[in-house]
Each structure stands twice: as C-alpha cells, then as structure tokens.
C-alpha cells in the first residue's frame, strides 16, 4: 500500500499507443459489469458506436445500464434467459449462448463497433457451453480499431492471456451474504 504520494510521473518512460485494447473484468466482487458500463459511457461520449452483448441477463429484467444505453445509441443484445439456477431448459440456454456468441463474433469481425461490451461471457467458456478457440481467435484477429470490454467471474488462462488489461475485483464484503437482495439502482 502506498503511503507516500506517488514523486515521479509513471507514465513519463511509456510511449507506446495502441490501436485498441481487451479490457477484462473478472473475480468474485461486485463491480465487474458496471466497470464495463462506465467504459460504455466514456466510449459514447468520444462519439463512437458501441455495442452490448450480455451473454446471462435476460431482456425482462428491466436493467438501468440497458435503459441508459439505449438512450445514448448503444446497440443492446440480451442473448440470455437469466440465472442458470432458474432456468427450466438448460440445453436451451446453451442454444442461446452459441446464439448470443455468434452475434458477438459477426459484430467484431464487422468492425463497426469501436468499444464492443462481452458482459459475462466467462461463463459461457467456463461451463463449455461454446468453444473456446473461436473466442480468443476472434479476440485476436479483430479489427485493429475494435476495443473489448469483458466480464466475468473466474475468466480462463487463455482468456487472460489474449487480454491487455485485466482487473481482478475481490469481493471483501456484500450486502448478499447477509440476506439483502439486489437493490435497484444500486446492483440493476
């Protein structure tokens, strides 16, 4: 931890650009997607195109970062039905997941997107329910304009690796564990 305000400027050897960056957001702490949202909200505000494919959420749960998006021109996809412990055909939720992931690949290979948004696509590659290598080959072989924004708990090695910065969120403590449920406007 430091204690001492930083003296020298970190950044004063760096003089690298890059063309476009894979953000991810993965641990077990809340903040994953609303990082991922706030990066969604910079984007449109430098005035470019973005989209959002949230692989879990479905499009009934009345969401705040989705009604905002919407408002600002964000090019929303819910390809999920919900939480898997709700689900009544998993096979199904696999069907829109392979779904939900080749929308995703046909908007980054279109390269019409600056910033695309992967909300909880780990999931997807954690339960097997897509192939992982047309992921991280997608990833790699993007557009070079084309920025990512995934999240997810417990993202995959490889997943990491094909990634330029990678935030790891840990939960301390959550209103859950003491039996407080989702509060709107604060967690959707």
């Known amino acids: 931890m430091t204690t001492e305000p930083i003296e020298e400027n970190p950044a004063q050897h760096h003089d690298k650009t890059a063309k476009s960056l894979v953000v991810l957001n993965t641990g077990d702490g809340k903040g994953k997607s609303t990082s991922a949202f706030g990066v969604m909200i910079r984007g449109v505000a430098r005035g470019w195109s973005v989209a959002v494919v949230q692989f879990i959420k479905s499009g ?3 969401v705040g970062e989705e009604k905002i998006g919407r408002q600002l021109g964000v090019d929303w996809f819910n390809e999920g039905e919900g939480f898997t412990w709700n689900s009544e055909d998993i096979e199904h939720d696999k069907a829109l997941a392979a779904k939900g992931w080749q929308r995703a690949a046909d908007l980054i290979a279109a390269g019409d997107h600056p910033l695309i948004v992967l909300d909880e696509l780990t999931y997807l590659l954690n339960w097997g329910w897509i192939d992982a290598e047309p992921v991280y080959d997608a990833i ?15 993202a995959p090695d490889e997943l990491i690796a094909v990634s330029d910065t990678v935030s790891e969120v840990r939960k301390v403590k959550h209103a859950f564990d003491q039996g407080i449920l989702a509060k709107k406007g604060i967690d959707y």
């Open 60 to 62: 009934e749960w009345n």
């Open 140 to 154: 790699r072989n993007r557009p070079e304009h084309v920025n990512l924004v995934i999240t997810g708990r417990d």
